[in-house]
């Protein structure tokens, strides 16, 4: 005679995994779920295949083993409707679902200290936040130490609300993601995205490349002259590689050659056709670029009017060493 206790499956035999290890979980009609199978029951959600009801939390499983709502499971769990909106959902933190957690946590971050209430130009970005497909991946992103940096910067007026913002910011990546998001709120307004690069490109040239003397000329001339020209094309649709390419060469020459007339101790306004014509036979091709910078000179009497610019050279392939 065997005893009968014995034959009593564990008391921890998980009905879905068969494991027997884990003892923290649910007792559903089907017996025993482990914490693991539960997580992962409570975070289906569609159309349920016996009842056709739509966008049900489906935790249970049919006779055919396919994912049913609560209903038809017969699961009787209080704790899966959350307290506040009444909608099913593992419960994410007091009784409350993940989406109503993440409206909580957007609206404290939203709010300005001493504030009562969200900042205004925040409002769209608290509804696309709390209204997206997954509000659990929402609050994990929202420990990012960046994101909240720039999202309370900004709740407390630290930052603006620019595009300057975020193309300054320390963690790029996030930065952009970010301002995206902004963008698609409508509480940026859209931008070009390589007018954008060429602009964070001409900033930091600006400020970091040694310009030896006229400064104020390259600067104008980069500013005028290029991104003024960009600027505008960009409005009309957006820019291709190919502008932004010629336009940094022709500022990166045009720095090399007002440097260069530096290091022979002359001065832009007195530079000569013999000097011109030295920088240009002695430097690598892309010198010849640098015509542009020269008519916008003499237009703008920064330079001679007598000089004669020299034609762009045709591509020569630098291989061509033969003699
Ligand atoms: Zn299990
Ligand atoms: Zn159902
Ligand atoms: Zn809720």
């Known amino acids: 005679m065997t005893d009968p206790i014995e ?6 035999l998980c009905a879905r ?5 884990q003892h923290r979980g649910v007792r559903w009609p089907e017996g025993f779920v482990c914490r693991r199978c539960y997580q992962k029951a409570t975070r289906q959600r569609g159309l349920c295949p016996d009842c056709n009801r739509p966008n049900r939390l489906l935790p249970g499983l049919s006779d055919h083993a396919e994912p049913v709502c609560t209903d038809c499971a017969g699961i009787d769990d ?16 007091r009784g409350l679902c993940a989406r109503c957690c993440l409206t909580d946590d957007l609206t404290a971050l939203f709010t300005p ?3 009562n209430d969200v900042t205004t130009e925040l409002l769209p970005l608290l509804d696309a936040l709390t209204g997206q497909e997954n509000p659990r991946s929402a609050i994990i992103w929202l420990r990012n130490p960046d994101v909240l940096d720039l999202l309370t910067g900004i709740t407390e007026r630290r930052y603006p609300i620019t595009h300057a913002t975020f193309t300054d910011h320390a ?12 963008v698609s709120c409508g509480i940026l307004p859209a931008y070009d995205r390589n007018l954008d690069r060429f602009t964070s490109w001409l900033n930091t040239t600006l400020t970091t490349t040694e310009i030896t003397q006229n400064s104020d000329v390259i600067t104008g001339f980069a500013t005028w002259n290029h991104l003024r020209k960009l600027r505008a094309r960009a409005e009309d649709r957006p820019l291709p590689e190919g502008p932004i390419r010629n336009a940094k060469q022709e500022i990166t020459v045009a720095i090399d050659f007002v440097n260069w007339l530096y290091s022979h101790n002359t001065a832009l306004a007195d530079a000569t056709q013999a000097e011109i014509d030295t920088w240009i036979a002695t430097g690598p091709t892309t010198r010849s670029t640098a015509m542009m910078f020269f008519k916008w000179c ?9 000089l004669n610019l020299p034609r762009r050279r045709p591509r020569q392939r630098d291989c061509c060493t033969d003699r």
Request: with cysteine.
């Open 298 to 306: 003499t237009r703008h009497q920064h330079m001679r009017p007598d």
């Open 113 to 115: 200290p001493g504030a």
């Open 78 to 93: 209080p704790r899966l409707t959350c307290t506040r909106c009444g909608d099913q959902d593992e419960p994410h933190r």
């Open 171 to 182: 963690a790029p990546r996030t930065a952009r993601h970010l301002r995206d998001l902004f």
């Open 7 to 12: 034959q009593r499956p564990p008391r921890y």
């Open 17 to 21: 995994c068969a494991d027997t290890t």
